[in-house]
């Protein structure tokens, strides 16, 4: 009878223990693209302010598409916006994309920001933040690429790697967030200033695009089948 007794606190010891455990375990923390949108501190959206973002969600939201005024004279509007993903046009030159990433203690939010004044050179930069919007170091999330990376060289060629890298001396990347999955892709771009037979040697060789998956912690190149 006393074994038993035992074994019964023992029981009800290790239920409590556990229930505890649970209600003291915090739920992952969850955004949205449109409110990351909004929150985005100004330094990355320097030209819109948070009063013309929540309009243009507005009327976004009621199927109206609104091109707010931007700080340097010209107009910005969204080009699409789900729960998990917003890509909107903020000048004439540059784009801003949103991805909400799963994560292990919360979400994730990745901002690709990319300026484009030429047409054919688009160079981006990379954001990351933690479900309470405080900035993440993007070089723990993201490896950026080598531009030796986005060339393949079949093996007996005449062109060798060193002279691919010194046909772009100033290499730009146009990184792109997807709205159908949390991948990533990588593209090398190349403007006017890369001298016209030198493009068509390089073209020979250019890997179209690298593509990157998320795995809950960081973004990892995507190997080729």
């Known amino acids: 009878m006393k074994q038993l007794v035992i074994r019964i606190l023992c029981a009800v010891a290790a239920l409590l223990a556990a229930v505890g455990a649970t209600a003291g375990k915090a739920e992952p923390k969850h955004l949205t693209a449109d409110s990351v949108f909004i929150k985005l501190p100004v330094d990355v959206i320097q030209v819109l302010n948070v009063s013309s973002r929540m309009d243009m969600l507005d009327y976004y939201s009621n199927d109206s598409i609104y091109r707010a005024p931007n700080l340097t004279g010209g107009e910005a509007c969204l080009r699409r916006v789900t729960p998990s993903y917003l890509e909107a046009e903020l000048t004439s030159v540059s784009t801003i994309q949103i991805r909400i990433l799963p994560g292990k203690s919360g979400d994730i939010a990745a901002v690709s920001y990319t300026v484009d004044s030429t047409g054919s050179q688009a160079d981006s930069r990379l954001y990351f933040y933690d479900a309470d919007m405080k900035p993440l170091q993007a070089s723990r999330l993201f490896s950026e690429p080598e531009t030796r990376q986005f060339f393949h060289i079949e093996r007996g060629s005449a062109t060798s790697m060193r ?3 010194d046909m772009v001396p100033f290499p730009t990347v146009q990184y792109s967030l997807s709205v159908d999955d949390t991948a990533l892709t990588a593209r090398l771009t190349v403007g006017p ?3 016209k037979d030198d493009y068509n040697i390089m ?4 890997v179209p695009e690298l593509r990157y998956v998320w795995d809950g912690k960081k ?3 995507e190997k080729k089948k």
């Open 163 to 165: 002279e691919l890298l």
């Open 193 to 195: 200033n890369i001298d």
């Open 203 to 206: 073209k020979l060789f250019l």
């Open 219 to 221: 973004y990892k190149l």
